[in-house]
């Protein structure tokens, strides 16, 4: 089973200051999801990646897979309060996918 | 379609108790999958089916318990003789034929509390 790290494990900053998170791995990702996940719910597919080097933006977020497909950032711009949440990410293989541990941010207004 | 619907949302159950959960799936959606996540983890997977067939379940997954898709529509899982270290948020997931890379639909998930 592919071991997914993601840092940092929480994060707490203002409204409207930008982040970056990670995800990573020591072998190569097929592809690789973030999903966002609010209390009480379950998670939310945000993006998938697939190409080494790929670059997708969804309005304030910006995802990139790392040219050797063993890494993944996200990065938020200007973030809001309802950014707040925990990230994941998960890579599939094998018909199913495996998640890392999250990150949880807190965005305060 | 409404997407996966999970039932009951919340269940407390005393030790010991049996629980059956239910997952109704998208239904073009020929794959289900079942997670488990625990407070500050990332959900962990216990097992999935493709139609009818149950195709792979985690050795975490213990012989209490157990997991069906009859008709290949909905599915259900059920915990018997629960234990305290059951807690946690049981989450499906669907996947169309298309494959993994496109990416789970999960459901609001079912939160159990085993006192």
């Avoid at chain 1, 707490?12 to 209390?39: A, D, H, K, M």
């Avoid at chain 2, 996966?4 to 999958?33: A, M």
């Amino acid at each position: 089973t592919q071991l997914l790290e993601q840092s940092p494990q929480f994060l707490s900053i203002q409204e409207g200051e930008n982040l970056t998170v990670y995800c990573n791995s020591s072998s190569v990702f097929s592809s690789l999801q973030w999903y966002r996940q609010e209390p009480g719910e379950g998670p939310v597919l945000l993006v998938t990646v697939v190409t080494g080097g790929e670059v997708k933006k969804l309005k304030r977020l910006t995802f990139q897979f790392g040219d050797a497909r063993k890494d993944s950032s996200l990065h938020i711009t200007a973030a809001q309060t309802g950014d707040t949440g925990l990230y994941l990410c998960g890579t599939g293989a094998n018909s199913k996918l495996t998640f890392g541990k999250g990150i949880t941010l807190s965005v305060r207004p | 379609d409404t997407g996966v619907s999970q039932n009951p949302r919340h269940k407390i159950t005393k030790r010991g108790q049996n629980v059956t959960f239910r997952c109704d799936p998208i239904s073009e959606h020929n794959r289900l999958y079942w997670y488990r996540q625990t407070l500050g983890q990332g959900p962990e997977f216990l097992t999935y089916f493709q139609n009818e067939a149950q195709l792979e379940k985690s050795r975490l997954l213990s012989d209490r318990f157990s997991a069906e898709r009859p008709k290949g529509s909905f599915s259900t899982l059920e915990i018997q003789r629960t234990e305290q270290g059951d807690s946690a948020m049981y989450l499906c997931a669907s996947l169309s034929w298309a494959g993994v890379e496109y990416g789970y639909t999960f459901g609001s998930g079912t939160r159990l509390t085993v006192v």
